[in-house]
Antibody, heavy 118, light 107 residues
Framework: EVQLLESGGGLVQPGGSLRLSCAASGFSLNNSVMNWVRQAPGKGLEWVSTLSNDGVTTFYTDSVKGRFTISKDNSKNTLYLEMTSLRVEDTAVYYC???????????WGQGTLVTVSS | EIVMTQSPATLSLSPGERATLSCRASQSVGRSLAWYQQKPGQAPRVLISVATDRATGVAGRFSGGGSGTEFTLTISSLQSEDSAVYYCQQHIDWPLTFGGGTKVEIK
């Protein structure tokens, strides 16, 4: 069974940093395109970032370019999102999600809440 | 950026009724369109991929249609457990984009 378990969320001040983790089980990150999607409180879904299965190619939404970095550790089967220079508008539940063959998001984690506030 | 527009914003129907949700893309996405269901406090789950393919385990009352710029999600006979927000999403171009969602309420 495919499972994704996010962790690392919390309260951080504007300008601060946070690293999110997503532990995968039931499949290998080696063979998967992995993603972060966020949802601000009471709002819709927003794609944040994608990492290719070979870990070489990354994509980011414009609002996080230069501030967020997506990466993975295949030995730990874990996906990461390093977030720096955090802004109030980054407050959201962050989901990790798998995409088969650059298609739709077929499996999602339960999400981790990031709150950016002074 | 491909803008995805969903309508209506809210749909209020009785059990057993047919629900039709619309999703329009600002430019053609071919069939690279997925539909998700999200219930309060839960992560989204995929219902439909490549515009018309029902995901594993999804009830047969859910069906997707369309191509290019116009898409629909139909729930043939609403059940109480279908109360949720439904999102469409295109995956043909970067950035990946979602529609604003349609909230389905069961009377």
């Amino acid at each position: 069974e495919v499972q994704l378990l996010e962790s690392g969320g919390g309260l951080v001040q504007p300008g601060g940093s946070l690293r999110l983790s997503c532990a995968a089980s039931g499949f290998s990150l080696n063979n998967s395109v992995m993603n972060w999607v966020r949802q601000a409180p009471g709002k819709g879904l927003e794609w944040v970032s994608t990492l290719s299965n070979d870990g070489v190619t990354t994509f980011y939404t414009d609002s996080v370019k230069g501030r967020f970095t997506i990466s993975k550790d295949n030995s730990k089967n874990t996906l990461y999102l390093e977030m720096t220079s955090l802004r109030v508008e980054d407050t959201a539940v962050y989901y990790c999600a798998r995409r088969p063959l650059w298609s739709h998001f077929d499996n999602w984690g339960q999400g981790t809440l990031v709150t950016v506030s002074s | 950026e491909i803008v995805m527009t969903q309508s209506p914003a809210t749909l209020s129907l009785s059990p057993g009724e047919r629900a039709t949700l619309s999703c329009r893309a600002s430019q053609s996405v071919g069939r690279s369109l997925a539909w998700y269901q999200q219930k309060p406090g839960q992560a989204p789950r995929v219902l439909i991929s490549v515009a018309t393919d029902r995901a594993t385990g999804v009830a047969g009352r859910f069906s997707g249609g369309g191509s290019g710029t116009e898409f629909t999600l139909t729930i043939s006979s609403l059940q109480s457990e279908d109360s949720a927000v439904y999102y469409c999403q295109q995956h043909i171009d970067w950035p990946l984009t979602f529609g604003g969602g349609t909230k389905v309420e069961i009377k």
